[in-house]
């Protein structure tokens, strides 16, 4: 049993008086939800602008000790299969650590910053990701952990609007876009990116100026604040992976439908093939499939399917397939939504399985993702 304290972050003393009712996440105390309540939450980020902390992320400069940005791209790549030499200035790209097995050790950004790499990961993996960094990577780069700022996202159709009132620079912005702005007389980091499927910002700020700035935004009348529960159902019905639950070390990125983050300079035949950690195992999924596949799974009736629920072929215990990885209600759809992994056999779209909820049988459909139409701005 752990009984550390539980960290705070910058912007906790905001978070309570605006109500919020706080609980444990990956070491910190974090707010679920505010009064409003987390169908409102989701439906405003859905219509108009959401604001999150996500300060309890994990940030960090990596910079080359030869002054050369290609050493460093090249350094990160024995650890991560995705591009990172060719990742432009000014750019950033999802991937992962993986595991001598192939399987995924966490999943992040990585944006390039001309002369240095900065890079967000998960809360629950941020210290053994900076471990692994420091232990493999350390002949070829240095690494300076930002433990003095906050992490904001802002999501929603309206969130440029938003933004552009405090950073005009912003709307010529594509998604992915990663650039330095100054952000009510502070230097921020600013990415068009985020978890909801949504269009939206990620915004690296001092952290003494952090609440300040935020306490501006909400007072935007279309930008409302978001917590942990609407974050969750944000980022499932957008079909985006939960770390712990939809991806960890024992399944790899094909299995999880993540190929499309492993560009052709990676993969057999491309220029810096393999060279990662479980390449053999990747590589030979990526020609030739996976034994098993994330889908997404649409429930008959309105009961929800929670993460751990059995999937199984038929409605009895004698055709276990599965589980679901993360389950509940979808408000934008009206119904209940999930996630799990199936066998390739039983992946195809318009599937009908069976998920086994306190004894019962639920009929479920294997469905494409994402649940919503995405709406980045590319």
Known sequence: MNDAPLLK????????????RMVPFAGYEMPVQYPSGVL???LATRTACGLFDVSHMGQV????KSGKLEDAALALERLIPVDILGLKPGRQRYGFFTNDAGGILD????????DHFYMVVNASCKEADFTHMADHLSDACTFDILEDRALIAIQGPHA????????????SMKFMDVEGDELREADCIISRSGYSGEDGFE?????????????RMLDHPDCEPVGLGARDSLRLEAGLCLYGNDIDTTTSPVEAGLEWAIQKARRRGGARAGGFPGADRILDELEN??????VGLKPEGKAPVRAHAGLYATDSLQSP???VTSGGFGPSVDGPVAMGYVPIGLARPGTRIFAEVRGKFLPVTVTELPFIPPGYKR
Request: proline share 7%; aromatic share 4%; hydrophobic share 40%.
């Open 40 to 42: 409102k939450e989701h």
């Open 160 to 171: 440029e609007h938003v933004l552009a009132e405090f950073c005009p620079e912003v709307t």
């Open 289 to 294: 499939g996976a034994v098993r596949r994330r």
């Open 203 to 215: 915004i690296s700020i001092p952290a003494d100026k952090a609440e300040f700035t935020v306490h």
């Open 107 to 114: 999943d992040l950004m990585v944006s390039n910053r001309g």
């Open 61 to 64: 400069l990596i910079r080359p």
């Open 9 to 20: 972050t910058p912007l906790h003393a905001l978070h309570l008086s605006l109500g919020a």
């Open 321 to 323: 397939i599965g589980e």
